[in-house]
Each structure stands twice: as C-alpha cells, then as structure tokens.
C-alpha cells in the first residue's frame, strides 16, 4: 500500500513542505517524504505559514520548486490582509505573490502542476467570507495574470479554487462562478455532515 490510496479517486496531501529534499531541518517534512508517504499534493504559502512562520514570497517559490520536483502538485495560496483591501492593494498583492511563486516554472509546470488558492487573510476562521463577486473578481484576475505570463493554454488548464471560511451557505454560489474551480475548506472539513453539504454543492 506503500505511495498508494487505497481509494483511487481520494487524493492525499501535505499542508506544508520545505525547500530543502534533505538536510538538518530538525522539524520540517521535505517533499520527497510527503511523496514517499502516498501524497499527491501540498498547499504551499498558506497565509497562517507566511504570517505566524514568517515565510517570504521568496521562500514559498523554492517550496514550490521543490514539491513540484519531486512530483508533488502544489495548491498554492495567495491572499490579501484586510488592511491591503482596504487600501484597494489587492490586486497588486496577488500578482506579486503569485508570479514571485511561479519564477522559473514551464507553461505546462504553471497550468498543470500548480492550483491557486485565493484565500483572504481577512476571511480565514473569521466566519466573515468574501461575496461571490468580490471572490469572482480575484479568481479571474490570478487566470489572467497567469496568461499574461504563461499564455492562455495555461491559463485555461489551471485550477482556481477559493479558501477562506468556506461552508454550506456559501459553497453553492462560490462554487457557481465561472474562474472558481473549487474550494479550499478548512474549519468546515472537521465536521463530516458540513464537509459532505460543501461536496453536494460542488456536485
């Protein structure tokens, strides 16, 4: 059963990897451990790593390297604090975010080996959420930066998702959006019952 589910269709992921494949990291998981453990997947720059971790864009584009070498996809996140919306920075945010990430990836790395997470630091555990337009907006501005940069092929096959206090109430309306492929869940995933109502929604 080593390196596979024994549900096919259920994929595994880590919730974070170092840049380095081995070394003197007392404490961390490289990306070959997460590969050889069975995941498929790691986030990568999630906004509680950048904020209580200190990660820098710099650090969460060697991340991003190294999971991708090692075969891992990476769910890459990318969001604004509330003090940055509100000083309309959005926008310039996400972009330096998500190219710093992406520096030195193929068109084919870029749309298939990468999904982007928009998660708003400011609606993460909050209960607050962004509305389906405000997400929408975003989503389709991280599609478009990727196709200014790696043209419109990966664009096209790259995977928006949306993250940030995700649950039944919204999950239908987020998910209606044409640049939102799916969800980012956190809290809402430790209840099955809520977790199976976000699934019936994306179905």
């Given amino acids: 059963m080593e390196g596979k589910s024994f549900l096919p269709w259920l994929k595994v ?15 961390e998981v490289s ?3 997460l590969k050889e453990a069975g ?4 986030i990568i720059g999630h906004s509680e790593r950048r904020q209580f971790f200190g990660e820098s864009d710099e650090q969460v584009h060697q991340k991003t390297l190294a999971a991708i070498a090692s075969g891992l996809k990476v769910v890459l996140c990318v969001g604004e604090t509330l ?33 982007v997470a928009y998660e708003p630091v400011w609606a993460i555990g909050t209960g607050r959420t962004a509305q389906s337009r405000e997400a929408q907006e975003v989503c389709q501005a991280i599609r478009r930066f990727v ?34 492929d799916g969800a980012l869940v956190g809290g809402a995933s430790l209840k099955a019952e809520t977790f199976l109502q976000i699934l019936s929604a994306a179905l």
């Fill in 13 to 27: 992921g880590g919730q974070n990897a170092h840049w380095a494949s081995e070394g003197a990291f007392t404490g």
């Fill in 31 to 33: 990306a070959p451990m």
């Fill in 39 to 42: 995941c498929d997947y790691v």
């Fill in 83 to 115: 003090q940055e919306r509100e000083s309309n920075a959005t926008m310039s945010v996400i972009e330096r975010q998500l190219m710093k990430a992406l520096v030195g990836l193929s068109p084919d790395e870029a749309g298939t080996s990468v999904s």
């Fill in 147 to 180: 196709a200014e940069r790696f043209g419109d092929e990966a664009a096209m096959s790259l995977r928006v998702l949306y993250g940030g206090s995700v649950k039944p109430e919204n999950a239908a309306g987020l998910l209606s959006e044409p640049d939102i």
